[in-house]
């Protein structure tokens, strides 16, 4: 129980509000309970005096940013579908992630009263109240907030970025903490010594549940399809320790600019690509589970123990190399017992394709396949490199495809939908 004067001089609108400000700064992903208190002034448990749960929370921004769209004005309808549009558009574009607060809470107050005045103007403009139902869900619920989803998704995930990704402020943390759980699918994490969060994420396919507080980064549901992919780029001014769980099929870990506390993938590894920069102390990289076709570089130098649990096939470390190797295999560098600063590669399942060299990138890729790059990595290079002949019409508009005017398309887009509604109106009305 908390003192009873944090419940008394908190009220549920200053929760609210607090928490869109801090949406504003930290996007959905970072956005949590312990952070709200934390910015409110008061323990965490205060605020479940206001609230049952973080859904409820999300429940009431979505009415908050809901509540500041304007609603269709009388009159043609028309023009009021197109201004209403085009102002909903401005609210989510105003609000960080707003997009996916609302898409998945349409059913209270203030989206109910937008709805009514939406059907309102086309029935009074004489459209059958069924199709004008419809087209209110068709443009208010999807293509409004699809297309703002979609539109902040495109932003650039450059060094400090947060439209369309995830994020949490550095503010004074000391040391960080990533740890994907649930595993992945295709995974990138990096280091940035320029960013000035404490990490920027972004994503394909399935949107993850992410939660940032004290430094501790959660990822989890990536998704193990093939259209599943992260990345993740970390501070460079704090420390990291990274924790993967569940296994990885694909992962590109370029390191050389992170302080590394720890490295540990839980479950089976495959395709794996581990850049590691200049170690303090000694620092384990554990996989707690077998390696396939992964390559590990450090800078020149540096002194490594690799112990491999149960057998080792096509196994390269340093200058040796092994066809195979039966039971626990154990190896060293020279310097690795006097150095100070070291990494400890510790594998507790077999291992095949197994590189561990020095060179940085160069070594890694010589040795094994690469791990694809998440969507923040790859910006538009889906339209890099086309080929006129094989695509010549998307070469024709390669240019236009990754570089759209967003306000363009987005009028394109609401005059296709709103052309479509009134062709079926007017043949509806011929018909009769």
């Given at each position: 129980?908390?003192?009873?004067?944090?419940?008394?001089?908190?009220?549920r609108?200053?929760?609210?509000?607090?928490?869109?400000?801090?949406?504003?700064?930290v996007?959905?992903?970072?956005?949590?309970?312990?952070?709200l208190?934390?910015?409110?002034g008061?323990?965490?448990?205060?605020?479940y005096?206001?609230?049952?749960?973080?859904?409820?929370?999300?429940?009431?921004?979505?009415?908050?940013?809901?509540?500041?769209?304007?609603?269709?004005?009388?009159?043609?309808?028309?023009p009021?579908?197109?201004?209403?549009?085009?102002?909903?558009?401005?609210?989510?574009?105003a609000?960080?992630?707003?997009?996916?607060v609302?898409?998945?809470?349409?059913?209270?107050?203030?989206?109910?009263?937008?709805?009514?005045?939406?059907?309102?103007?086309?029935?009074?403009?004489?459209?059958?109240?069924?199709?004008?139902a419809?087209a209110?869900?068709?443009?208010?619920?999807?293509?409004?907030?699809?297309?703002?989803?979609d539109?902040?998704?495109?932003?650039?995930?450059?060094?400090?970025a947060?439209?369309?990704?995830?994020a949490?402020?550095?503010?004074?943390i000391?040391?960080?903490?990533?740890?994907?759980?649930?595993?992945a699918?295709?995974?990138?994490?990096?280091?940035?010594?320029?960013?000035?969060?404490?990490?920027?994420?972004?994503?394909e396919?399935?949107t993850p549940?992410?939660?940032?507080?004290?430094?501790?980064?959660?990822?989890?549901?990536?998704?193990?399809?093939?259209?599943?992919?992260?990345?993740?780029?970390?501070?460079?001014a704090?420390?990291?320790?990274?924790?993967?769980?569940?296994?990885?099929?694909?992962?590109?870990?370029?390191?050389?600019?992170?302080?590394?506390g720890?490295?540990?993938v839980?479950?089976?590894?495959?395709?794996?690509?581990?850049?590691?920069?200049?170690?303090?102390?000694?620092?384990?990289?554990?996989?707690?589970?077998?390696?396939?076709?992964?390559?590990?570089?450090?800078?020149s130098?540096?002194?490594?123990?690799?112990?491999?649990?149960?057998?080792?096939?096509?196994?390269?470390?340093?200058?040796?190399?092994?066809?195979?190797?039966?039971?626990?295999?154990?190896?060293?560098?020279?310097?690795?017992?006097?150095?100070?600063?070291?990494?400890d590669?510790e594998?507790?399942?077999?291992a095949?394709?197994?590189?561990?060299?020095?060179?940085?990138?160069a070594?890694?890729a010589?040795?094994?396949?690469?791990?694809?790059?998440g969507p923040?990595?790859?910006?538009?290079a889906?339209?890099?490199?086309l080929?006129?002949?094989?695509?010549?019409?998307?070469?024709?508009?390669?240019?236009?495809?990754?570089?759209?005017d967003?306000?363009?398309?987005?009028?394109?887009?609401?005059?296709?939908?709103?052309?479509?509604l009134?062709?079926?109106?007017?043949?509806?009305?011929g018909?009769?």
């Amino acid at each position: 129980m908390e003192p009873p004067q944090e419940r008394v001089g908190l009220t549920r609108e200053q929760v609210v509000r607090a928490a869109l400000d801090l949406l504003d700064e930290v996007g959905l992903g970072g956005l949590s309970m312990r952070g709200l208190a934390d910015r409110l002034g008061v323990r965490a448990a205060s605020l479940y005096w206001h609230l049952r749960d973080k859904e409820q929370l999300l429940d009431l921004l979505s009415e908050a940013i809901l509540e500041e769209v304007p609603e269709p004005e009388p009159g043609p309808w028309r023009p009021a579908l197109d201004a209403f549009a085009e102002g909903y558009r401005q609210v989510l574009l105003a609000h960080r992630d707003a997009a996916s607060v609302v898409a998945g809470f349409q059913a209270g107050r203030a989206a109910l009263g937008l709805y009514e005045r939406l059907v309102a103007v086309l029935v009074d403009a004489g459209v059958p109240a069924p199709d004008a139902a419809d087209a209110a869900v068709l443009l208010f619920g999807q293509y409004v907030p699809a297309f703002v989803a979609d539109e902040t998704a495109s932003a650039p995930a450059a060094a400090g970025a947060r439209g369309g990704g995830y994020a949490a402020p550095l503010e004074a943390i000391e040391r960080g903490a990533l740890r994907v759980e649930g595993g992945a699918s295709q995974l990138a994490v990096r280091g940035e010594p320029d960013l000035r969060d404490l990490f920027v994420a972004h994503f394909e396919g399935r949107t993850p549940q992410i939660e940032a507080a004290g430094g501790v980064v959660r990822i989890g549901g990536l998704g193990h399809g093939r259209r599943h992919a992260g990345d993740v780029a970390l501070s460079a001014a704090v420390p990291w320790d990274v924790e993967l769980t569940g296994g990885v099929r694909r992962l590109n870990a370029d390191l050389e600019d992170v302080r590394l506390g720890s490295l540990t993938v839980n479950g089976g590894a495959t395709e794996v690509r581990i850049a590691l920069g200049r170690p303090t102390g000694t620092v384990p990289v554990t996989f707690r589970g077998g390696v396939s076709r992964a390559a590990i570089s450090r800078p020149s130098g540096t002194a490594v123990r690799v112990r491999i649990a149960s057998g080792a096939s096509r196994l390269a470390l340093d200058d040796l190399y092994f066809g195979s190797v039966g039971g626990e295999t154990r190896w060293q560098s020279p310097d690795f017992a006097a150095a100070e600063h070291r990494f400890d590669v510790e594998i507790m399942g077999g291992a095949t394709r197994l590189t561990v060299g020095t060179g940085g990138e160069a070594g890694a890729a010589e040795s094994a396949e690469p791990a694809e790059a998440g969507p923040a990595a790859a910006g538009p290079a889906p339209l890099d490199g086309l080929s006129a002949a094989e695509h010549p019409h998307l070469a024709a508009v390669a240019e236009r495809l990754a570089a759209p005017d967003m306000d363009e398309r987005f009028r394109f887009g609401l005059t296709v939908l709103l052309d479509g509604l009134e062709r079926r109106w007017e043949a509806a009305a011929g018909g009769r």
